[in-house]
């Protein structure tokens, strides 16, 4: 059991203002056991024209300043994602509390708050290692964080025109995809966009990439695996002369005629599991494989 104070790094959804409801059950947790407790700037603001919690003994950060013992995203799996990017190569292990309405990576329900907390303390708790997809150009730079903890999306924009995105894998010519936009995603990710459109799942920490076509013109194409070694490289072209790179859901314009390169990050990031949670329970509840629906 840990006896020292420990720091917790707290960030949450300010759209919604059910989604931090349970701030106030884990604010108490932590000051139960006087742990220090820092808060995204912005998620503070929120909070304090909420007015869901007194925090006059939290401390406020901006951006990727600070450090902490976790890191806890109180939302969905969209603000884990959000968190993620903050902590970076930090090696900080993020806990996520379910606020939203799937919850794949954010697991930790309300009701298991306190649990979830007095687990941290006992080291009652195991750390799963996530890998990241790492992006770069060969010309405009990505704004904002670089890495994908579910996916990178490559897709249309502002015209009803497909994309060509043409595919090369550890400098081998793959095909050109004639599609509305292409997915490689990670394990984690494989249960976001790419099964929307048809990609499989893909258990964590399996050592391996995916790329799921969008809406592609060919019926012949289909999702490849890939080891997570793979170099991807991608080069667009497009009637409208841009198109949009997607990162975890954060998107960007570049023009036409860019290539990026995809591969594994060097560094992964850590998420915390509680103990007796499983990531095929977890499947099976939230895809409800074997729920009676009638």
């Known amino acids: 059991m840990s006896t ?5 790094a707290l960030f949450g959804n ?9 701030i106030k059950q884990l604010v108490g947790c932590l000051r139960k056991h006087d742990a220090q407790i820092l808060i995204d700037e912005e998620y503070y603001d929120f909070l304090r024209c909420s007015e869901l919690v007194e925090l ?3 401390q406020t950060f901006i951006g990727c300043g600070f450090e902490a013992d976790f890191a806890v995203s109180m939302g969905g799996d969209g603000t884990l994602l959000k968190t993620a990017s903050r902590v970076r190569n930090k090696q ?14 954010a697991d930790v329900n309300a009701a298991d708050i ?4 007095d687990g941290l303390y006992r080291g009652d708790y195991s750390i799963e290692d996530r890998v990241l997809i790492h992006v770069e150009t060969n010309g405009e730079p990505i704004e904002g964080y670089e890495c994908a903890l579910n996916d990178v999306a490559i897709l249309k924009r502002d015209s009803a025109s497909m994309i060509s995105i043409r595919a090369s894998i550890n400098g081998e010519y793959l095909t050109t995809y004639q599609a509305d936009g292409l997915i490689v995603s990670t394990p984690t990710g ?9 990609g499989p799942i893909i258990v964590p920490r399996t050592g391996v990439l995916l790329m799921t076509a969008v809406a592609p013109h060919s019926l012949n194409v289909r999702p490849i695996v ?3 070694t793979a170099q991807i490289e991608l080069t667009v072209t497009s009637r409208s002369h841009t198109f949009l790179v997607a990162i975890d859901g954060r998107s960007g314009k570049l023009p036409e005629g860019t290539t990026l390169r995809l591969s594994r990050a060097p560094y992964m990031l850590k998420v915390v599991k509680r103990s007796g949670n499983s990531y095929f329970s977890t499947l099976r509840e939230k895809m409800m494989w074997g729920a009676d629906v009638r």
């Open 4 to 8: 020292k104070p420990l720091r917790f």
């Open 14 to 22: 300010v759209y919604q203002r059910h989604k931090s409801l349970a």
């Open 56 to 58: 006059d003994e939290a």
């Open 92 to 105: 900080i292990p993020i806990v996520g509390v379910n606020m939203g309405r799937l919850g794949f990576l």
């Open 114 to 117: 306190e649990s979830m907390v």
């Open 190 to 198: 494989s249960t976001a966009y790419s099964l929307s459109n048809g």
């Open 226 to 228: 890939l080891p997570d």
